[in-house]
């Protein structure tokens, strides 16, 4: 039987916190150090599930790695040293950890399986799998290598050209994975930029890459080295405190040491031109990442916008909270060319329309993605999250600001993103 966590109305958000490591960023340091010759020390990285999903794939191919207080030290094999697994191994709920390996595995000199929850095995990996093929791989999946469990020989890969149909930074990942492996130089060319993590990391221990505009070149064979690596603070769980800041009237919220990365904070940049009141302080970089402090004030008077084209890549994790807020926007807020969230961990787009429509919202839910009309309040009720963290961190916010109580169905499903979410929200509401 699920679990039921019940919100009421907050009066405001107030104080000071820092968040736990961002995850997309974690992910890749789990990886990279483990192909790195020599030691890496992790600093801040992410324990939720997904990244605890990555680290136990990379322990049954062989790798050594030890937690020492906030540390994960990691002893690297290179290129070519990890090991056969004797077992499955098993994604968990994480398509980044399924998609990134894959790449990674392609190219190893041995047998593997991936494979996931119910919810994983209905996500699509056609999109890896195809430039992996024609990269010389050999791997199979149910229909067609459409969805997993994906079997994998590993096999001697060629670079290629690769012009990816849809902005995505899991296939430029995996493709940069593979292409370190392959023999020639790999080229990825996107129509946007998708996020850049995986680019900065990799430059960061030592690989030369060549980037132009939209595309990036990698030269197989080249040889990363291990290095302390600093995590900044997730952005993307950020959000959430920065949404219910922003729509919370007299709300004074400060969030320390996030990751700034510019392919990352489109979900700040749509909520300015909105017209939030959100400063950044102490911008720096460390380990090739912009980190910084964010101020939020509740109260100003929201705009409605359009989000479309290269903006989606920005803010594709953002966009259920985002349309949390701008249920309390004037005028119409227009989400457009944002299909890719109907294959996320569950169809994010249906499912956010659906409980922000029982919570008294006016949300148009259309094929490629939502037109919210802005009406300033929301009424409690109950709702589902889906079993998938953003959409139950985005209905936990909805029911801080929402009229009576609002109930939110199995929120255990956060902690694959973000441990400690519940203590870290009771330290900033005010009732």
Request: hydrophobic share 40%.
């Amino acid at each position: 039987m699920s679990s039921l966590l019940t919100m009421t109305p907050a009066k405001s958000l107030q104080g000071e916190i820092s968040l736990p490591g961002d995850k997309s960023i974690s992910h890749r340091a789990i990886i990279l150090a483990s192909i790195a010759r020599g030691i890496s020390v992790i600093r801040g990285w992410q324990k939720g599930k997904d990244c605890l999903a990555t680290l136990s794939a990379l322990k049954m191919m062989g790798i050594e790695a030890r937690e020492e207080k906030d540390e994960l030290i990691i002893k690297g094999r290179g290129l070519t040293g990890l090991k056969e697994p004797t077992d499955i191994l098993n994604c968990e709920n994480s398509g980044t950890t399924m998609r990134l390996l894959t790449g990674l595995l392609s190219a190893q000199g041995f047998y593997s399986v991936l494979s996931g929850d119910s919810s994983l095995r209905t996500r699509p990996m056609r999109r890896v799998i195809s430039p992996l093929e024609r990269m010389g791989a050999k791997i199979f999946g149910r229909k067609d290598g459409q969805f997993p469990p994906l079997s994998i020989i590993g096999s001697s890969l060629k670079g290629i050209d690769y012009s990816l149909p849809i902005a995505s930074a899991q296939v430029k990942s995996c493709l940069l994975l593979a292409g370190l492996h392959s023999r020639g130089t790999t080229s990825i060319t996107e129509p946007y930029r998708s996020r850049d993590h995986t680019e900065r990391m990799l430059k960061f221990l030592g690989v030369n890459l060549e980037i132009d505009n939209l595309t990036v070149k990698v030269e197989g064979g080249a040889s990363l080295i291990g290095k302390q690596i600093y995590v900044p603070g997730d952005i993307s769980a950020a959000a959430f405190f920065i949404g219910g800041g922003t729509i919370i009237k007299g709300s004074q919220v400060k969030i320390l040491n996030v990751g700034l990365n510019p392919t990352r904070r489109g979900f700040i940049d749509v909520l300015l031109q909105m017209g939030a009141d959100i400063r950044v302080r102490n911008l720096r970089e460390r380990c090739g990442e912009e980190i910084g402090d964010i101020e939020i004030r509740g109260g100003a008077t929201l705009e409605g916008t359009l989000i479309r084209g290269e903006m989606i890549p920005r803010v594709i994790d953002e966009i259920p909270i985002l349309a949390v807020v701008a249920c309390f926007a004037r005028g119409k807020t227009v989400i457009k060319d944002a299909a890719e969230l109907r294959v996320k961990e569950t169809d994010r787009i249906k499912a956010i329309a659906t409980e922000l429509c029982k919570m008294g919202a006016k949300v148009e839910e259309k094929k490629d993605g939502i037109i919210i009309e802005g009406t300033g309040k929301l009424k409690g009720c109950q709702c589902q999250s889906y079993k998938d963290h953003r959409i139950a961190m985005a209905l936990i916010i909805a029911g801080l600001t929402a009229e009576g109580k609002t109930e939110i169905v199995a929120p255990e499903c956060i902690e694959t993103s973000f441990p400690g979410f519940e203590d870290t929200l009771r330290k900033v509401v005010r009732d």
